[in-house]
């Protein structure tokens, strides 16, 4: 198996152009996540999906991000403009099975992908 | 709110020297822990979950337990490649996503 596979691996963009992250999840995994790992805050959820569709978006900042999955095998986050205080490293995760749903793959551990840097300056 | 302190921020070891890496957590009801590795430029891998207070999990070198307020990592005669940063998550009872901490930043010197 390949792994999650995340695009581009690293992005350096101005402040006020749009960026487009996109990610790859493990065939035959329902649940996909983005994280943002920064040195001050750690990793923090952004959004994630159950079967393509977005249960929980609350950790997204603000308008100026958004995340879809059209499909089971693709997922894209968009930052439309670009901040300097959006510079971090941006990961996409994805499990075989919706947490916390009560079976026997019931805290199935998060795969995750390799990251992209983004820099915007 | 769902909190994980990990401490310490950095721990350097000399080859052989075991020691424990530390993970506390307040949450509404713990329905898991998670343990994973992060290399540089890389994603974190998963390494163990627990469950309930004194389980414990194995791995070569590394032996996770838990109680019911912190988890410990401990190490045992580490290697220059277990260098790496370690990070603890929790998963919260009628939740479904995972609340990380900072990590903790190993460095194994030969």
């Known amino acids: 198996d390949a792994g999650v596979i995340q695009s581009p691996r690293h992005e350096v963009t101005e402040m006020g152009q749009e960026v487009t992250l996109r990610c790859k999840p493990i065939?035959?995994?329902?649940?996909l996540f983005w994280y943002r790992q920064t040195m001050m805050r750690g990793l923090e959820l952004l959004i994630y999906?159950?079967?393509?569709?977005?249960?929980?978006d609350s950790g997204m900042p603000e308008d100026r991000f958004s995340a879809k999955m059209p499909n089971a095998s693709f997922s894209t986050l968009k930052i439309q403009p670009s901040e300097p205080r959006d510079s971090a490293v941006y990961f996409c995760?994805?499990?075989?099975?919706?947490?916390?749903?009560?079976?026997?793959?019931?805290?199935?551990?998060?795969?995750f992908g390799n990251g992209t840097r983004l820099t915007v300056t | 709110e769902d909190q994980v302190t990990q401490s310490p921020e950095a721990l350097r070891l000399q080859e052989g020297e075991s020691s424990s890496l530390n993970c506390s957590y307040t949450?509404?009801?713990?329905?898991?822990l998670f343990w994973y590795r992060q290399d540089p430029g890389k994603g974190p891998e998963f390494l163990f979950t627990?469950?309930?207070a004194g389980e414990e999990k194995e791995k070569e070198r590394l032996k996770a337990t838990l109680t019911k307020k912190e988890s410990f990592l401990h190490i045992t005669a580490p290697k220059p490649e277990d260098s790496a940063t370690y990070l603890c998550?929790?998963?919260?009872?009628?939740?479904?996503?995972?609340?990380f901490g900072k990590g903790t930043m190993l460095l194994v010197s030969p």
């Open positions: 995760a994805s499990s075989p099975t919706r947490q916390g749903f009560i079976g026997n793959s019931y805290n199935s551990p998060l795969h």
């Open positions: 065939s035959g995994h329902n649940s």
């Open positions: 999906f159950n079967n393509n569709v977005p249960i929980d």
């Open positions: 949450v509404s009801g713990l329905r898991g």
């Open positions: 627990l469950y309930s």
């Open positions: 998550a929790v998963q919260a009872a009628g939740y479904s996503t995972l609340t």
